[in-house]
Antibody, heavy 126, light 107 residues
Framework: QVQLKESGPGLVKPSETLSLTCTVS??????????WGWIRQSPGKGLAWIGN???????DYNPSLRSQVNISVDMSKNEFSLKVTSVTAADTAVYFC???????????????????WGPGTPVIVS | EIVLTQSPGTLSLSPGDRATLSCRAS???????LAWYQQRPGQAPRLLMY???SRAAGVPDRFSGSGYGTDFTLTISGLAPEDFAVYYC????????FGPGTKVEVK
């Protein structure tokens, strides 16, 4: 059974860098059928996509956050990470990591959704 | 950038009722990249549907999805107590967009 688990500090000071890690168990992060993503949810709000990373190293980011975030992968540890720089109160949220199933097809790819999620970790900027 | 809008914002229904949730895209999108998620309070989202109409593993068949172009629908044929939650549609290409959500609450 595939499981994802977020970890990192629950409290970050304004202007500092938030660093979170998502540890994957029950599956290899190197599979080319999957991408790995971060999503956040501000208190009482909806879901906001932060970005994804593929095992090739290619990253895709929410245009509104591109200058502030970085996602990386550590295949040796079967985990991927998120860094958010210069945080403000607006970055207070529950942060989720998720597995994205996207299988390469002839000229594009087939998308099967974000099929496994971590439980989420709350981060307060204060 | 694709913008997704969901309606209604809140749906007040009773157990056993049929729920019809709408997701509208700001421009034509492929069915292949439209998904639906359920989020119960205090929990992570759960994938319900992908490719607009394909149920994810373990999802009961009372959930169904349909639509094409700009208009998509998630239908719950008979609400079970555990179905009262917030539902999000999502569009995925290389960039990802979520709709604002529809809350299904007990009437």
């Amino acid at each position: 059974q595939v499981q994802l688990k977020e970890s990192g500090p629950g409290l970050v000071k304004p202007s500092e860098t938030l660093s979170l890690t998502c540890t994957v168990s029950g599956a290899s992060i190197t599979s080319t059928s999957y991408r790995w993503g971060w999503i956040r949810q501000s208190p009482g709000k909806g879901l906001a996509w932060i970005g994804n990373i593929q095992t090739s190293g290619r990253t895709d980011y929410n245009p509104s956050l591109r200058s502030q975030v970085n996602i990386s992968v550590d295949m040796s540890k079967n985990e991927f990470s998120l860094k958010v720089t210069s945080v403000t109160a607006a970055d207070t949220a529950v942060y989720f990591c998720a597995r994205v199933r996207a299988v390469a097809a002839a000229t594009s790819y087939l998308y099967y959704g974000m099929d496994v999620w971590g439980p989420g970790t709350p981060v307060i900027v204060s | 950038e694709i913008v997704l809008t969901q309606s209604p914002g809140t749906l007040s229904l009773s157990p056993g009722d049929r729920a019809t949730l709408s997701c509208r895209a700001s421009q034509t999108i492929s069915n292949a990249y439209l998904a639906w998620y359920q989020q119960r309070p205090g929990q992570a989202p759960r994938l319900l549907m992908y490719s607009a109409s394909s149920r994810a593993a373990g999802v009961p068949d009372r959930f169904s999805g349909s639509g094409y172009g700009t208009d998509f629908t998630l239908t719950i044929s008979g609400l079970a107590p555990e179905d009262f939650a917030v539902y999000y549609c999502q569009h995925y290409v290389d960039s990802v967009t979520f709709g604002p959500g529809t809350k299904v609450e007990v009437k």
